[in-house]
């Protein structure tokens, strides 16, 4: 039994039997982690619950996003392993992001050339990005590249993502593939579009993340690293423009272990359509590796206070960032039309629904069918 199946349980126990829970706990039995995490379980359960039965007294409807007909199986393809993978009409190749990149989010606006460090809080997780200063080559002067933010960085961590599961290697070669992934994407593969990316790749480059999880009433755990552990950097021969480009980037270690267990597969052509939009991209993002995981009976509600703490930045005003934030949803269900989704005054109802890439995969039986396997 895993760890999070144990305290699903243990809460489930306080709930239905409180004094046999409490009396283990004081036998030995169950640690104070474990009892700790099984309170804060069922206190949130407890909370959303009131929430829902709290706002729907006074909850006007807003939108109603019901899922639309998916994509039917075209073809199977078979790999070198012998698996089969099942690729869709209209799906195109699959990209990945973290799940922690997908629940929390870089600056949508250009902070300001002073501004070097960035925090956000989307519930339990913490993130703290700080841009760090780079050696240019032809000063041999440190060189502070500033914070990544837009939708670019969004899309280059994708590519980086994708790139790294790919090769099944941190060490990535970005050069030689980056002008085809700017054209694969929708955008220019020369001019504006490419020096702007090459601008967010290197400030990506030269970022430290910080990520903190609480774990106790009185204890945090902090993940302390850089993304990309290191990376080559090249001065692009028009004078007039003095960014550093990395042409090698190796994402660290840490990072790449963590990625390979928890990448979030994504669309390409879904990713294509919203690439402008640093808010879509974090919401499409962020539905992505939720919805699949709520409960088929029991919807998640989120207030939109909740929603505003970590999607509101540059908004003052709860009632602007809601009417804006309706538009984003309604752009976002265009490319990811299995979702499931109310809104109204009071917040979002989420509903169990299938992400953009199924989580199945196809052995082929020699001469016979494919089975599914899950």
Request: aromatic residues 10%; hydrophobic residues 35%.
């Amino acid at each position: 039994m895993s760890s999070g199946d144990f305290i699903d349980k243990l809460a489930q126990r306080l709930a239905d039997d409180p004094q046999g829970a409490w009396r283990d706990w004081g036998e030995g039995k169950i640690s104070d982690e474990h009892m700790n995490a099984a309170q804060r379980k069922l206190t949130g359960q407890k909370i959303a619950t009131s929430n829902r039965k709290k706002y729907a007294k006074r909850r006007k409807p807003l939108l109603d996003l019901k899922p639309e007909p998916t994509w039917a199986v075209d073809r199977a393809v078979q790999d070198a392993g012998g698996g089969i993978h099942i690729e869709e009409p209209g799906q195109g190749p699959i990209f990945y992001q973290h799940t922690v990149l997908c629940q929390t989010s870089l600056p949508y606006k250009n902070p300001g050339d002073e501004v070097f460090e960035w925090e956000r809080q989307n519930g339990f997780v913490h993130l703290r990005v700080e841009a760090r200063k780079a050696l240019h080559p032809g000063t041999q002067e440190w060189v502070r590249l500033g914070l990544p933010w837009g939708p670019k960085p969004r899309l280059i961590m994708t590519y980086l993502n994708t790139l790294a599961i790919e090769q099944k290697s941190p060490d990535i070669e970005v050069d030689l593939t980056f002008r085809a992934f700017l054209t694969r994407i929708g955008y220019k593969g020369q001019g504006y579009d490419y020096r702007t990316m090459k601008d967010q790749l290197g400030r990506l480059s030269a970022s430290d993340l910080a990520i903190g999880v609480p774990t106790g009433p009185d204890s945090a755990q902090t993940f302390y690293g850089r993304v990309v552990k290191h990376f080559d950097l090249w001065v692009q021969r028009d004078t007039d423009q003095r960014l550093l480009w990395p042409s090698i980037v190796s994402l660290s270690t840490d990072y790449f272990e963590t990625l390979v267990q928890h990448a979030v597969p994504l669309p390409m052509e879904a990713l294509a359509q919203i690439k402008d939009s640093a808010v879509q991209l974090d919401i499409y993002s962020w539905l992505a590796q939720r919805l699949h995981r709520i409960h088929p009976v029991k919807p998640d509600f989120i207030p939109w206070t909740a929603l505003y703490e970590q999607f509101g930045q540059g908004y003052r005003d709860l009632r602007f960032f809601r009417r804006e934030f309706i538009k984003h949803l309604k752009a976002v269900h265009a490319v990811y039309p299995a979702a499931r989704i109310e809104a109204d005054t009071g917040g979002l109802t989420l509903h169990n629904s299938p992400p953009p890439i199924a989580k199945t995969t196809y052995q082929l039986i020699k001469h016979g069918k494919l089975k599914a396997v899950r």
